[in-house]
């Protein structure tokens, strides 16, 4: 039992390129969450989603894109990449219990 | 609308000193509170969660923490800090608008050990 996984660890990207933060679990959850973390700043919320085929936006969503089309995954997508999004991005997981279960997060650089 | 005040962005302790990291929420309903902790380069950790029970949580590694409503706090302590303690504390409280379980993060606290 994996929990909750997210790759890549480390990425560093150009400015106007885009790519897709990976979160995957094996718990079965329905509710998962991007968040991003940036210094002083505590966690934000990007997305949301409360199951297969539903997503919502959350605190800070521009910049970003998500979709849910199975309950494993949870893909991240930037499309075109600013400094602004140089973060530590976090995918969580949470059933019933109101408590989420965070994954080890991805530290993006965008130069 | 939910929001969650760390007071102290850094807390300095000696080791097998008292740790209190001070947390005040607002919110309109009553509330369902988490402590979480994140050690260097790692995801969040639940240390423990207030769900309206009893005021006195506790949590895991020997942290607890006090629920008053009075005071709008959740205050976390541990009577003995250890070195292994150090990290980042995180106070959230949950959205329960909607049922999204939404958590909505103070901005931390850095737990600090001397030896």
């Known amino acids: 039992n994996a929990g909750v996984t997210q790759t890549p660890k480390f990425h560093i990207l150009k400015i106007g390129q885009s790519m897709t933060l990976q979160c995957t679990q094996d718990m079965n959850h329905n509710y998962m969450y991007w968040y991003r973390q940036d210094p002083g700043m505590g966690l934000k919320l990007i997305y949301y989603?409360?199951?297969?085929?539903?997503?919502d936006k959350g605190e800070v969503p521009n910049g970003y894109n998500v979709s849910r089309s199975t309950t494993e995954d949870f893909p991240l997508r930037l499309e075109l990449a600013a400094p602004s999004q140089t973060s530590v991005y976090f995918c969580a997981t949470r059933q019933g219990t109101d408590t989420q279960y965070f994954g080890p997060g991805t530290r993006l650089t965008v130069l | 609308a939910q929001s969650v005040t760390q007071l102290g962005s850094h807390v300095s302790v000696s080791e097998g000193a008292l740790v209190l990291l001070r947390c005040n929420y607002s919110?309109?309903?009553?509330?369902?509170l988490f402590w979480y902790v994140q050690y260097p380069n790692q995801g969040l950790q639940l240390l423990l969660k207030?769900?309206?029970?009893?005021?006195l949580v506790k949590g895991i590694n020997g942290f607890e923490a006090e629920f008053k409503k009075s005071e709008t706090s959740i205050h976390l302590t541990k009577p003995s800090a250890h070195m292994s303690d150090a990290a980042e504390y995180f106070c959230a409280v949950s959205d329960r608008s909607g049922n999204t379980g939404k958590l909505i993060f103070g901005q931390g606290t850095t737990l600090q050990v001397k030896p």
């Open positions: 989603s409360v199951g297969a085929g539903i997503t």
């Open positions: 919110s309109s309903v009553p509330p369902y």
């Open positions: 207030y769900t309206s029970a009893a005021t």
